[in-house]
C-alpha cells in the first residue's frame, strides 16, 4: 500500500449499457466501440503510476477483463446516485489510511499520466484538486486526508448537467482548490474528435 490512490470509475464494456447518449446517434455497437478506445487511453495513463490504482464498477466487477487483477484492485460503486457513489469510495480510501486519494471517469479524451501525477502533486499545497470537463462539469477530483466535510462537496449537485463544475466549487470557496487542466469526457457525438469520427469505420 501507498500512501497515494487513483480510483478509476469503470462500465463493463456492453453495447446498450454504456455511453446511451452517444448510442443515441452512432448506435449501441459503436458506442460501446468507442468507450472500449477510451478504456484503453484511460489504461494507458495509469500504467505505470507510483500510486495505487483501485477500479469501482458500475454494476459488476470483472476479473477477465484488460485491467490486471494482480496490479490493479477492483470494487463494486455504492450509492443511489453519482455523488454518493463518489463520496463512498474517496471516504473510505482515506478512513483505509490513504493521504491522497483522486477518482476518475474512464471516458476522457486526452488524458495522460501527467493529468494524473500534476493532480497528485496539487494536493501538496491543496486539500482538494478538481480536473474540469469542457461540458460544465469535471473529469477528476481529489482531497487530502486533511479535508474535512467532503461529504458536503458531493451533495445536492446537479449530476450530468452543465452546472456540476460550478455548483462543486461554490461549496469548496474560491481559494480552497487546486485546478489542472481542462479536458472533454465524451458523451454525445459532438465531443468526439474530428479525427475519431473520421475513423469510426475503421479505427
Known amino acids: 500500500m501507498t500512501e497515494e490512490l487513483l480510483i478509476v470509475y469503470v462500465k463493463n464494456p456492453v453495447p446498450g449499457l454504456v455511453k446511451t447518449r452517444l448510442a443515441a446517434e452512432v448506435g449501441a455497437k459503436t458506442a460501446c466501440r468507442i468507450y472500449e478506445w477510451l478504456l484503453r487511453d484511460t489504461k494507458s495513463a495509469v500504467e505505470g503510476l507510483p500510486m495505487d490504482v483501485r477500479l469501482s464498477y458500475h454494476s459488476t466487477i470483472s476479473r477477465l477483463d484488460m485491467w490486471d487483477n494482480s496490479r490493479y484492485q477492483k470494487t463494486l460503486q455504492k450509492g443511489s446516485n453519482l455523488g454518493e457513489k463518489?463520496?463512498?469510495?474517496?471516504?473510505?480510501?482515506?478512513?483505509?489510511?490513504?493521504?491522497?486519494?483522486?477518482?476518475?471517469?474512464?471516458?476522457?479524451?486526452?488524458?495522460?499520466?501527467?493529468?494524473?501525477?500534476?493532480?497528485?502533486?496539487?494536493?501538496?499545497?491543496?486539500?482538494?484538486?478538481?480536473?474540469?470537463?469542457?461540458?460544465?462539469?469535471?473529469y477528476l477530483i481529489g482531497f487530502t486526508a486533511g479535508k474535512k466535510d467532503i461529504q458536503s462537496v458531493f451533495d445536492g449537485i446537479s449530476w450530468g448537467s452543465s452546472m456540476v463544475m460550478r455548483q462543486t466549487t461554490e461549496k469548496l470557496g474560491g481559494t480552497q482548490y487546486g485546478l489542472i487542466e481542462t479536458l472533454r469526457d465524451i458523451d454525445e457525438l459532438d465531443d468526439l474528435p474530428e479525427s475519431w469520427r473520421k475513423g469510426l469505420g475503421d479505427k
Open 86 to 138: 463518489m463520496y463512498h469510495d474517496i471516504h473510505h480510501a482515506l478512513d483505509e489510511g490513504y493521504k491522497k486519494v483522486c477518482l476518475i471517469g474512464s471516458d476522457i479524451y486526452g488524458l495522460d499520466s501527467d493529468h494524473l501525477l500534476m493532480a497528485f502533486n496539487v494536493l501538496d499545497s491543496y486539500n482538494t484538486v478538481i480536473g474540469p470537463a469542457r461540458d460544465g462539469g469535471y
